[in-house]
């Protein structure tokens, strides 16, 4: 198995502009999370997945972020429009559900210019 | 609701000897599992050790090991033999759902 593939692993954006990342979680794995880590914040969870659908989004920061999970091999989190304090590195995560161990993707570092 | 704390932000360790790195938690689980996550800095998170709260015994993994006190909610991570591979930011997550501690960064210095 691959792991968790993210994409893009960097991302640079003007202020303003909408970014998108992805993340396709192992086979297999009904639950996605999407963290963000600054060195302010640490780890924060914005959102996880059971079976494609959201059940916890009350990490997301403001309207500006959404995510989606059209199927159980495709995640995207996306911020429109992006600002400067949006800059940190995203991480997906999944496991097979319940209080099970976590498995990283290896995050995508996104700068807000 | 779920917390964590590592008390410890920063420690090192000289190589080979022995470094123990704290965690306490608060969790309203009844049954759950417990994690160490070590992010060195390609910061790839890779689960270090895993401790099911309903077995008595301490986990152990290699050079790794855990002393669990469910009664004090306390989950403390023992590296042995430190080696300058295990330099990385170590966190505690309890019942691996969503809340990790704030870290602990080691260095292991030669």
């Known amino acids: 198995d691959a792991g968790v593939i993210q994409s893009p692993r960097h991302e640079v954006t003007e202020m303003g502009q909408e970014v998108t990342l992805r993340c396709k979680p192992i086979?297999?794995?009904?639950?996605l999370f999407w963290y963000r880590q600054t060195m302010m914040r640490g780890l924060e969870l914005l959102i996880y997945f059971n079976n494609n659908v959201p059940i916890d989004d009350s990490g997301m920061p403001e309207d500006r972020f959404s995510a989606k999970m059209p199927n159980a091999s495709f995640s995207t989190l996306k911020i429109q429009p992006s600002e400067p304090r949006d800059s940190a590195v995203y991480f997906c995560?999944?496991?097979?559900?319940?209080?099970?161990?976590?498995?990283f993707g290896p995050g995508t570092r996104l700068t807000v210019t | 609701a779920q917390t964590v704390t590592q008390s410890q932000p920063e420690m090192s360790v000289q190589e080979a000897e022995t470094v123990t790195l704290s965690c306490t938690y608060d969790t309203s689980e009844s049954n759950y599992y417990l994690f160490w996550y070590k992010q060195p800095p390609s910061r790839q998170m890779i689960l270090v050790i895993r401790?099911?709260?309903?077995?008595?015994q301490n986990a152990t993994e290699n050079r790794f090991s855990v002393n669990f006190q469910k009664a004090a909610k306390s989950f403390s991570l023992k590296i042995s033999d430190s080696q300058l591979g295990d330099t990385a930011m170590y966190f505690c997550a309890p019942a691996g759902k969503s809340t990790f501690g704030d870290g602990t960064t080691l260095t292991v210095k030669p």
């Open positions: 086979s297999g794995h009904n639950s």
């Open positions: 995560a999944c496991n097979k559900g319940g209080p099970h161990e976590q498995y």
């Open positions: 401790q099911e709260a309903y077995k008595q």
